[in-house]
């Protein structure tokens, strides 16, 4: 049996006991800030269980693509030393919302494993929790399981919960014994039937099932390899990448670590993420470093973008033009890391050159801030004879995983959604119209409901309809006002949670009560910026691929009613012919009064409506969107990008406006040129000649300064008799008027034995400077900070020669003295 005969055979058998098949959902959890990636099938049905939403339908079956690289859910390490773990694998999930009955649950998945994929029931074990009284009985008395076959479980190996509080449940584990004698753990059974308050299991009125089981896990047995390499999951990549790299085998540690983080990087990328420092993008950067690592060690000199096409498509059969994309992360991310050594192995020789230790901090940074992966800082340590303390590196390790964990808990301050839990979904009624009558559902105030708000009060309203769009799709949240009669409230931000959509207010005058009838308005002005904006960033997106290229990619937006922002994959800055082709072809659609229009289905699998938008036909754009649009092109007026750089590996960002909004800054560029042409007495036609005359001269003029500020320090510090010396060392101290320091560096830099020490005075503080020559460089300049730091606070720093500090005035007004605790301490430490 093939990997896609089981999954099909898993979904055909519980559609055949009344379960609703329901498509996976992406690989980054959306509205769920507690998870950087879908890491089992109940991701998508935690609000139901939570009690925040009531499901559509009793019982679900999916197929859910998973990653585990993550919180207590990481099998990285496990990676090539267990032929059972992947970090991304499909979990075939059957789930229950209503009325669960355990007995029924267990004899399901037995005659799913027993009769459908023929496994031998003699070779099963399971895992009971302790207390789960009736879970063992029904495997003793009703399967008809040996009792020398079950486990005796605590709550550490089955009670699953979601937090420390909530709603938790027995599980029951099902283990086949494999050749070699191993048991291995191929489903777990959770009911969810108490709700965890403390030390209190409150029973809950209704008991929930969620289950998962691994797909490569299940095949390898049905295969009969009992390894996930082995099975026709990736024993095809496995060979695609022998025959290129000319290898015979074996299928060792590092094969199976190369396969499986391409696998998971590419399906990564698919969901738009690039490599980088932060959450999803740290943790893809991480696997293509290591897989670059494993490919190494593997001993070829091929670089990862080089392998062929055969091998991505047994990934994902549809990457079509995302393969361009991909060849061209992992072709950059290679480059970065070969950079990422050098620095580190010239980083390490100077340290040691300069006689300075080698602290955990150091080895720590290179690898938390520049991405140095831990085999290389290992290798670089052993191999420069740096004594690497391990326990310290990881409790570094600790403190970072714990500042980012408290990160994200004082960033994620949000409505408590349990107080939305019984209220319908809103009518929105926004695409056709700008006004509407409704009642007020519920009003929210400090997390509380209430029944009543007052003047000057801000308060969150739900109310049955609303002409208010909500923030969503990259398009901020609609204002305007919500009256009732003399009373009114500003409307001042508008969210959406669950398909319930939250007015944030401001009550201007009087009052308002719940069931109260109000009239909703939204300002008109605003929505028809956003609607211009949005517009064109579709048509934006579209004209990219067309001069870019297809590989460019949307990786987010923002639609506001005075500009738009939009960011995509590309490799390069955007030159200006490029940009002036994109204004152009945007501007053409503009002016071609091109009509936009709507398609819409309603997909029960979500239990929602999915909307397109397409303008023109679909060669010109055709896209999924929620957001609010003009009915033409030529409603759009004019287009005009303001700005274009890069925010990231690989992101580029556009920054642009439409109609008015680009009529004010062409306005204010206007006038700024009018002054350029007075100021520099020039006319429209030769301003750019007079520019470019007027740059050329002063740059000529710089230099001859720069000459001339040369020559004067040099012939200061070569007529000077003031000279301190400190031993053989010479120390020049000048008074200077501005700040010189690259001139001084340049002087200084190739003599021996010399240090210059010159102050100025800028905005009330006194600058000192203090250079040393090139042989100098083992004088520790920092603890000439610390040193002045015992009589006055000190601002700045040194390295490489430079030492650089300001004190205020107001600390110190007796330079003498500065100067001299500068000289005391070089000469008690040279």
Not at 49 to 59: Q, T
Not at 590 to 612: H, L, W
Not at 708 to 728: F, W
Not at 730 to 749: E, P, R, S, T
Request: charged share 25%; aromatic share 10%; with cysteine.
């Amino acid at each position: 049996m093939y990997a896609k005969e089981l999954e099909q055979s898993f979904l055909d058998f519980f559609v055949s006991k009344n379960y609703r098949e329901v498509n996976e959902i992406s690989l980054i959890p959306k509205n769920d800030d507690s998870l950087l990636f879908t890491n089992s099938g109940m991701v998508q049905f935690k609000d139901i269980f939570l009690g925040l939403v009531k499901p559509e339908f009793e019982k679900a079956v999916t197929i859910q693509t998973c990653i585990r690289l993550s919180g207590k859910h990481d099998d990285l390490e496990n990676i090539g030393l267990s032929p059972h773990h992947n970090t991304s694998f499909k979990m075939l999930g059957n789930f229950g919302f209503v009325n669960i009955n355990k007995s029924v649950v267990i004899n399901e998945a037995v005659e799913f494993l027993v009769d459908r994929l023929n496994l031998d029931f003699t070779r099963f074990h399971v895992s009971v929790h302790q207390n789960d009284l009736e879970s063992r009985n029904i495997w003793l008395k009703t399967i008809g399981i040996h009792e020398s076959k079950i486990i005796n479980g605590s709550d550490e190996t089955n009670m699953w919960s979601m937090d420390n509080i909530g709603p938790c449940g027995y599980c029951t584990e099902i283990f086949y014994k494999i050749d070699n004698g191993e048991l291995l753990e191929i489903w777990n059974l959770v009911f969810i039937q108490y709700n965890r308050t403390g030390d209190k299991l409150l029973k809950l009125k209704n008991v929930f099932l969620d289950t998962g089981m691994g797909l490569e896990r299940i095949l390898s047995i049905k295969q009969k390899t009992y390894d996930n390499f082995d099975t026709d999951i990736y024993k095809p990549m496995l060979n695609v990448l022998l025959l290129f790299f000319k290898k015979n085998g074996p299928i060792d540690k590092s094969f199976r670590i190369l396969v499986d983080h391409m696998k998971t990087s590419v399906l990564l990328m698919k969901e738009n993420v690039l490599p980088g420092n932060d959450k999803c993008n740290y943790v893809l950067k991480k696997l293509i470093r290591r897989a670059i690592l494993a490919k190494n060690k593997i001993g070829v000199n091929y670089k990862l973008y080089q392998i062929p096409d055969d091998f991505f498509f047994l990934i994902d059969k549809c990457i079509g033009n995302n393969l361009a994309v991909v060849r061209e992360v992992l072709k950059l991310e290679e480059k970065k890391l070969l950079d990422t050594v050098r620095f580190a192995t010239g980083f390490l020789k100077k340290k040691i050159s300069s006689s300075k230790n080698v602290t955990s901090q150091d080895l720590f940074k290179l690898y938390d801030t520049y991405g140095m992966p831990f085999d290389i800082i290992k290798k670089l340590t052993s191999k420069y004879k740096i004594n690497f303390n391990i326990n310290e590196f990881n409790s570094q390790m600790n403190k970072q995983i714990n500042l980012s964990k408290n990160v994200i808990r004082t960033a994620d301050i949000k409505l408590n959604k349990l107080l939305l839990k019984d209220l319908h979904k809103t009518n929105f009624r926004g695409y056709g119209s700008a006004t509407c009558e409704s009642s007020i559902l519920c009003m929210i105030f400090d997390n509380v409901i209430i029944d009543t708000v007052f003047q000057n009060q801000t308060v969150i309203i739900l109310t049955e309809s609303t002409p208010f769009y909500p923030e969503k799709g990259g398009q901020v949240g609609d204002e305007g006002v919500i009256i009732c009669g003399e009373n009114i409230m500003n409307v001042f931000d508008v969210q959406e949670i669950d398909n319930k959509i939250l007015h944030y207010c401001y009550v201007v005058n009087g009052s308002f009560k719940v069931n109260s009838l109000v009239s909703l308005k939204i300002n008109k002005s605003k929505r028809l910026g956003c609607k211009r904006n949005h517009s064109a960033t579709h048509l934006l997106h579209s004209v990219l691929k067309k001069v870019l290229g297809p590989h460019v990619k949307q990786m987010g937006s923002l639609v506001t009613d005075k500009y738009l922002r939009f960011d995509f994959i590309h490799f390069s800055p955007l030159s200006n012919n490029e940009i002036i082709s994109i204004e152009n072809m945007v501007n053409d659609y503009i002016k071609m009064g091109i009509k936009t229009y709507v398609t819409s289905y309603f997909d029960e699998n979500k239990n929602e409506t999915i909307r397109t938008i397409v303008i023109g036909d679909k060669s010109i754009s055709s896209e999924l969107c929620a957001g609010t649009h003009v009915k033409n092109t030529r409603d759009i007026f004019f287009f005009k990008i303001f700005k274009e750089y890069g925010i990231g590996s690989n992101i580029r960002r556009i920054e642009a406006g439409t109609a008015y909004n680009v009529i004010d800054k062409l306005l204010l560029s206007e006038n700024t040129l009018a002054n350029i042409i007075s100021e520099t007495k020039s006319n429209r036609q030769d301003i750019l000649e007079n520019l470019k005359k007027l740059l050329l001269k002063n740059k000529s003029l710089e230099k001859e300064n720069a000459k001339i500020i040369s020559d004067l320090i040099s012939y200061q510090l070569r007529s000077s008799d003031n000279a301190i010396l400190i031993k053989d060392i010479k120390l020049y101290i000048l008074v200077k008027d501005n700040d010189y320091l690259k001139f001084v560096h340049k002087f200084v830099n190739d003599k021996q034995k010399l240090i210059v020490l010159y102050y100025f005075e800028d905005m009330g503080y006194i600058k000192l400077n203090l250079v040393l020559s090139k042989d100098l460089n083992y004088i520790n300049l920092l603890g000439i900070v610390n040193e002045l730091e015992k009589y006055f606070p000190v601002k700045g720093g040194g390295s490489r020669g430079i030492l650089k500090v300001s004190i205020s005035k107001n600390d110190c007004t007796d330079i003498n003295g500065i100067t001299d605790k500068i000289v005391s301490y070089l000469s008690s430490s040279i």
